[in-house]
């Protein structure tokens, strides 16, 4: 079965910390890969997405990912951290050229940043 | 452009009840999804849509349905009511049924089972 494992339930940071956020997907195929992002009261927004090419991906507000295809991995990573980045974070997929659009979510990382 | 509108934003019921929640996608996109978010389960699929057709259908029992219009416009609803079914309903809409493209989501439907 599809999954998504995300590492941290919550991960507490101050500003200027540097970010990694751990994601591991379980699927025998080829995917898409995504990082959602939700501030307090908002909704679901992209931070980054990977569909093929170079497996470093630079997305908004300084958040980049690697796709590591050996370890089915999408870490979320940020050299340093602003309190605006407080959210909770989802790491997502898609099984590629399916036909059934799907996302898998993790269950989410909250982080919170402390200025 | 506008984004995807889900109304109403919240929604009380009682047990029992039945609701119907409404998405309306980014103009030009001809699918729609719709996932549950608890603070329990995380972000649950409950189905897609496109053309009007259900395409996919994730676990939830027949109580919740949903359809879509001419228009992409999509309705969910939850007939019988649990308190279980408390939580937030998002729907997603994007260009491509196939899905390599990105989602984008609304606000939900903060729904409230009393």
């Known amino acids: 079965a599809q999954s998504v494992s995300q590492h941290n339930h919550h991960v507490i940071l101050s500003e200027a910390a540097s970010l990694e956020l751990g994601c591991n997907y379980s699927?025998?195929?080829?995917?898409?890969l995504f990082w959602y992002v939700q501030y307090p009261g908002q909704h679901l927004q992209l931070l980054l997405k990977y569909f093929s090419g170079d497996p470093l991906v630079k997305g908004i507000k300084g958040f980049e990912a690697e796709f590591i295809k050996s370890k089915f991995s999408f870490n979320l990573r940020k050299p340093s951290v602003q309190w605006s980045d407080t959210a909770e974070y989802f790491c997502a997929f898609t099984r590629r050229g399916s036909t059934l659009g799907r996302l898998y979510f993790g269950r989410g990382t909250q982080l919170t940043v402390w200025p | 452009k506008a984004g995807v509108t889900q109304t109403p934003r919240y929604l009380i019921k009682t047990r029992g009840q039945q609701v119907t929640l409404s998405c309306s996608p980014i103009s030009g996109h001809r699918s729609v999804s719709w996932y549950q978010q608890t603070p329990g389960q995380g972000l649950q699929f409950l189905f897609e849509y496109f053309s009007e057709t259900q395409r996919n259908k994730g676990n939830f029992p027949g109580r919740f349905s949903g359809r879509q219009f001419s228009n992409s416009r999509s309705e969910m609803n939850v007939s019988t009511l649990e308190l279980g079914d408390s939580a937030l309903y998002l729907c997603?809409?994007?260009?491509?049924?196939?899905?390599?493209?990105?989602?984008?989501f609304g606000q939900g439907t903060r729904l409230t089972v009393v």
């Open positions: 997603a809409s994007s260009l491509e049924r196939a899905m390599n493209t990105e989602a984008f």
């Open positions: 699927y025998g195929g080829t995917v898409n």
